[in-house]
Every structure is written in structure tokens, then in C-alpha cells.
């Protein structure tokens, strides 16, 4: 390689930027993929056969129907992409980028790698992550009110008002459920009885970082939070499946009554950009759950899985870890979606005021009691 | 009217078991991966998809069904149509269109006094009534189990008298129903009209 790339790659933005196209190029396809998920898995639950013909281009190759991305692209784009004349323009066009740029954001600060060579896997490491990711993941609602306001009709309206409600009551369950999980791994005294590799790839991490929460649970496999705090686990895996539309919490979408909701006057690519949003907010959710309660990239499978990447392989092997363990989350959700009816509206308001929010004030408190007898 | 609502007990009102039973009536119909038995005892059979995959499974096209009108030929291979042009007077849509040979025609059969000159069916207009079938003396037009008609252009699905003929084939349809009724030579229709006609119940 000439000497001129090589101080290139040297260059910490450039090796930023090359990590957020490598994100980009693997979680597109993803997203892909989980719409063909989607749609097969939908349809042998249905006892249906679901897209199986699209294989390579131009031969008769079908590949089970590996191929329907390519098809779905392809429509979406030639599509006309309609604009009602009713709607108020600008917002109409910002909506669905507004929709989809929270979700690829949060992905810039979930470790989805140990280290490749010298490089951390992560985007960036930031030492608030946690924060952040909050911070960004409620801007997802901005996209479907916007989309529901601008549309100028009274399902996108609707669906857009169901969203505000929704997202925020959620939103505070979900962000309570965090804290008993770094109430356990922020915790300096357990930080100072790490291993080796462990310290020197956490040095100047702090405590609110993500990567932090990992090393903490990659002793063994009840060190996972899911299992040390299953009522927090359930509550935020009910609060994401609500802050990413998804049945039994579609509210916003509901097709029996509001058409499509926000996106009832969204065709072509622009429609095309709401539905990876979705999906790409599903990969963001499962992310942060496999990293806040599954371990992250570790398993317990001795120091090869559950210590930071020493060798090129190790740390693709954790990326792969990472991968697998999101993709279980997505099927999780995915089914969930087939089998489980929508909530009523003030079923909906219920279970995230009146259930979620004191379940997750008491598990709080539980918490703190029980590591406030622990250490004293 | 008062309706009295369940009680739920405090295990059904968390949600857990509806979920639980979701889990296994959604799995169950996941792993079902016999193939499609459209026409079969779907509703008793959890384990078979519902979906036919159609230009590999095909239908059983049910007895009785009216597909596309096709001329049919005797069995000697013989053109049946007399060129009386009453399919072309019954047919609602006015699909047939009948040249008739006029005086230079020529037949290819014995008993036939003419044979037509041309014999067009426009597959697009066609209702599939069925008059023309039930309309023809000579049983030389029938309503075939042909239902998947495709064309790249109008004028494709105009199909003539050969195009006919050639689907049509060897009157085999009309001839298994005579023989199978056990009357006629598996030719002649008005046998079968006759025997109907006689079956009718009489009023005196």
C-alpha cells in the first residue's frame, strides 16, 4: 500500500468513517433481510408459503427467495412517488429521513465488536452512551408525527397523535428500566477487580459506557442482566417493541382502523424509507438489548468469547456473536408481531402507566435496598 | 341487556398465559411443511400449507367447468363444424365470427354438405357462457377446461379456425360422456337431448 493511504488509515476520522460505512454496509442488508424474515416467517405461521421465487437476476435460480430485496428495491424505486397535492411539502419530504436517521444513529454508539487489530468496535465510544442513545432514540418520534401532520389527513393525523402519546409513555418506563442495570455495572469497586485485558480495554472508559455494561456481564451466563434483572429486561424489551411500532403495540400504524396511519400517503421510496426505518429501529432496539442484557459481544464460553479481541479472527468472531445474537432478537420480534393482537388505545396507556412506570420506580428501589445490604 | 364479564383470575390478567398459548398455536402452524392440499381436508389439517404454488400445482379443474370454447373434431379426425352459424347468432358477446365457404366450399367428410371457410374466436370478448355449446347441433364446439388464456397483443387472441382445431382436439370429452352414459355412438348429441327429453317428469 502506498505510504500516503497507509497515513491515511492513520488519521482517527478516517478510520471513523471507514467503521461508519462498514456499520452502514452491514446493517443495510440486514434490514433487507429482516423484511424477507418478515414475510416468510409471517407466512408459515399463516401455514402459507411466503416469497420464495426471486432468486439471482436473469436465471432460474431462486435461492428460496433470497433474491425479494432486490425486487423490493428495485419497486420501490421505479415507483411513482406520489405527492398529494393536500400536504404541506416540506415536511412531507423531511418526514421519512427524519424517520429513519434516529435509528442508524444509535448505532454509533453500541460496541458491536471487541477490537479489530487496534481498533475498538465501536463508532463512538462515548462515555455517556446510554444517554445518548436515549437522547437520539426519542427523536424517532419526531419522523411519524411529522409524517402525520404534514400529510394533512385525518389517519396520518391520528397516527401521528397515537405516536406522541406512545413513544412518551414508553419512553420513561424504558428509560427507568435502564437505571437498576447501572445501578449493578457502574460500579467502580467491581471495575478495579478486573482482568488484564478487560482494564486495558476499558481504560478511560467510564462508567455510563456501553462497553462498560459488557464487561460486566461477561463473567458467565448469569452474570447477563437479563437474568440478574428480568423485570428490567421485560420492561425494556416491551418498552422497545412500543418505541419501534411493533405489533402488539403498532398503535400508530394500525392498519384495521387508520389505513396505514403516518404513512397512509407515503408511496414509492419515500414509503420505502418509513419501512427500513422500522427496521433498522428494530436493529437499534435489539442492539441495545443485547448489549444492556445479553452480554454484548461476549459469551461465556471461556477467554476466547469473553475477553477483548487479541487477533483479527477473535474480534470477527464477536462481530459475528453480535450479529447473531441481534438476529435472535429480531425473529423474537418478528414472531411476536404474528402472534399477538393490537392493544387497545387505553389498554396501551394503561399497562405503561399504571403497570410499567411503578414496576420499574419499584425495581429501583428493590435494587438499591438489596446492594445497600450487600455492601454494608 | 346486562352481560356478565369473566372474572379473570390474577394469572390470566397478567398477560402470561395468552402468551404462552401464543408461543404454541403460532409454532405449531410454523412447522407445517407438507405442500398444498387446496381441494383437500385443509380445515382439519394443521400441517399443510394453504398456498398452491401455481404453475407447479395446478387445480383440479372441477367437472362441469366452462373454460375456453374450442372446435372439436370427430374421430375419425374430421372437422364436425357444418358451418350453420348458430353459435356465431347465440353468442351474447358476439366473440364468433363465421366466414361461411359460400359456393366453392369444400368438405372433408362424408355427410357434411359444407364445412366453414374461416371460424374466428376472439378470446377476448368471450363470456364463456357456454351458448355456443349448447347451441350447436353437430356437438362440434365445446367449452374446454382451458382457463389460462395469455397473449401479448389483441390480435394473438383472436384464435382461428386451425388454432381451434388444434386445441380442440379429437372429440374425446364429448365422446367419453356418451359412452359413459352408456347411449349413442359417442357422435350424435341429439340422442343424449332425446333420452333427457324422455327423462323429464310428464304432466297429464
Known amino acids: 500500500m502506498p505510504a500516503s493511504i497507509t497515513g491515511l488509515f492513520a488519521e482517527p476520522w478516517a478510520l471513523t468513517l471507514l467503521k461508519v460505512i462498514a456499520v452502514f454496509v452491514v446493517v443495510m442488508p440486514m434490514v433487507a433481510y429482516s423484511v424477507v424474515a418478515e414475510r416468510r416467517i409471517s407466512a408459515w405461521i399463516q401455514d402459507r408459503v411466503g416469497p420464495n421465487r426471486v432468486g439471482i437476476p436473469f436465471t432460474n435460480i431462486k435461492l428460496l427467495g433470497l433474491g425479494q430485496p432486490l425486487a423490493d428495491g428495485l419497486k420501490a424505486l421505479v415507483k411513482e412517488d406520489f405527492t398529494p397535492g393536500h400536504v404541506r411539502k416540506v415536511f412531507f419530504w423531511m418526514a421519512p429521513a427524519v424517520a429513519?436517521?434516529?435509528?442508524?444513529?444509535?448505532?454509533?454508539?453500541?460496541?458491536?465488536?471487541?477490537?479489530?487489530?487496534?481498533q475498538k468496535m465501536v463508532i463512538a465510544d462515548l462515555n455517556v452512551g446510554i444517554l445518548f442513545t436515549f437522547g437520539i432514540v426519542s427523536l424517532g418520534v419526531y419522523g411519524v408525527v411529522l409524517a402525520g401532520y404534514a400529510s394533512n389527513s385525518k389517519y396520518s393525523f391520528l397516527g401521528g397523535i397515537r405516536s406522541t402519546a406512545q413513544m412518551i409513555s414508553y419512553e420513561i418506563a424504558m428509560g427507568l428500566a435502564v437505571v437498576p442495570v447501572f445501578m449493578l455495572a457502574a460500579d467502580p469497586t467491581w471495575q478495579k477487580g478486573l482482568s488484564q485485558s478487560w482494564s486495558v480495554y476499558l481504560e478511560g472508559a467510564g462508567l455510563l459506557n456501553l462497553s462498560s455494561v459488557i464487561a460486566y456481564q461477561s463473567?458467565?451466563?448469569?452474570?447477563?442482566?437479563?437474568?440478574?434483572q428480568p423485570i428490567a429486561f421485560a420492561i425494556f424489551l416491551i418498552a422497545i417493541f412500543a418505541e419501534t411500532n411493533r405489533l402488539p403495540f403498532d398503535l400508530p400504524e394500525s392498519e384495521t382502523e387508520l389505513v396505514a396511519g403516518y404513512h397512509?400517503?407515503?408511496?414509492?421510496?419515500?414509503?420505502?424509507?418509513?419501512?427500513?426505518?422500522?427496521?433498522?429501529?428494530?436493529?437499534?432496539?435489539?442492539?441495545?438489548?443485547?448489549?444492556?442484557?445479553?452480554?454484548?459481544?461476549?459469551?461465556?464460553?471461556g477467554d476466547f468469547f469473553n475477553t477483548p479481541a487479541q487477533s483479527f479472527p477473535q474480534g470477527l468472531v464477536h462481530i459475528g456473536v453480535f450479529i447473531a445474537k441481534i438476529a435472535m432478537f429480531l425473529v423474537l420480534m418478528i414472531w411476536i408481531r404474528w402472534m399477538l393482537p393490537r392493544f387497545r388505545y387505553d389498554q396501551l396507556m394503561n399497562i405503561g402507566w399504571k403497570r410499567f412506570l411503578p414496576l420499574s420506580l419499584a425495581n429501583i428501589i428493590i435494587t438499591a435496598i438489596v446492594l445497600w445490604v450487600l455492601h454494608s | 341487556?346486562?352481560?356478565?364479564?369473566?372474572?379473570?383470575?390474577?394469572?390470566?390478567?397478567?398477560?402470561?398465559?395468552?402468551?404462552?398459548?401464543?408461543?404454541?398455536?403460532?409454532?405449531?402452524?410454523?412447522?407445517?411443511?407438507?405442500?398444498?392440499?387446496?381441494?383437500?381436508?385443509k380445515q382439519k389439517n394443521y400441517s399443510a400449507k394453504t398456498t398452491m404454488q401455481y404453475p407447479e400445482e395446478k387445480w383440479d379443474v372441477p367437472t362441469g367447468y366452462r373454460g375456453a370454447p374450442y372446435l372439436v373434431k370427430d374421430v375419425d379426425d374430421k372437422t364436425k363444424c357444418v358451418s350453420c352459424q348458430l353459435c356465431e347468432f347465440v353468442c351474447p358477446p358476439r366473440a364468433i365470427r363465421i366466414t361461411p365457404p359460400g359456393d366453392s366450399g369444400v368438405v372433408d367428410r362424408e355427410g357434411a354438405e359444407k364445412m366453414p371457410k374461416e371460424f374466428e374466436i376472439d378470446m377476448l370478448?368471450?363470456?364463456?357462457?357456454?351458448?355456443?355449446?349448447?347451441?350447436?347441433?353437430?356437438?362440434?364446439?365445446?367449452?374446454?377446461?382451458?382457463?389460462?388464456?395469455?397473449?401479448?397483443?389483441?390480435?394473438?387472441?383472436?384464435?382461428?379456425?386451425k388454432k381451434l382445431l388444434a386445441l380442440g382436439g379429437a372429440d374425446k370429452r364429448a365422446y367419453d360422456h356418451h359412452v359413459q352414459d352408456g347411449v349413442g355412438d359417442g357422435i350424435k348429441k341429439w340422442e343424449t337431448k332425446t333420452r333427457e327429453a324422455g327423462e323429464q317428469p310428464k304432466f297429464h
Request: glycine share 6%; with cysteine.
Open chain 2, 1 to 41: 341487556m346486562k352481560v356478565d364479564r369473566t372474572e379473570l383470575t390474577w394469572w390470566e390478567r397478567l398477560y402470561l398465559p395468552t402468551l404462552l398459548n401464543g408461543f404454541k398455536v403460532t409454532l405449531r402452524h410454523f412447522f407445517s411443511w407438507k405442500r398444498s392440499e387446496v381441494y383437500g381436508d
Open chain 1, 100 to 118: 429513519m436517521v434516529p435509528s442508524f444513529v444509535v448505532l454509533a454508539v453500541v460496541p458491536f465488536g471487541s477490537m479489530l487489530g487496534s
Open chain 1, 264 to 301: 397512509t400517503e407515503y408511496s414509492s421510496m419515500s414509503f420505502a424509507l418509513f419501512f427500513m426505518g422500522e427496521y433498522a429501529a428494530m436493529i437499534a432496539g435489539s442492539a441495545l438489548m443485547v448489549v444492556l442484557f445479553c452480554g454484548g459481544w461476549t459469551l461465556p464460553l
Open chain 1, 219 to 228: 463473567d458467565t451466563l448469569f452474570h447477563w442482566l437479563m437474568f440478574k
Open chain 2, 125 to 161: 370478448r368471450c363470456i364463456y357462457c357456454g351458448y355456443c355449446q349448447e347451441v350447436c347441433p353437430e356437438e362440434a364446439i365445446y367449452l374446454l377446461e382451458d382457463y389460462a388464456i395469455t397473449g401479448e397483443s389483441r390480435e394473438e387472441l383472436v384464435y382461428d379456425m
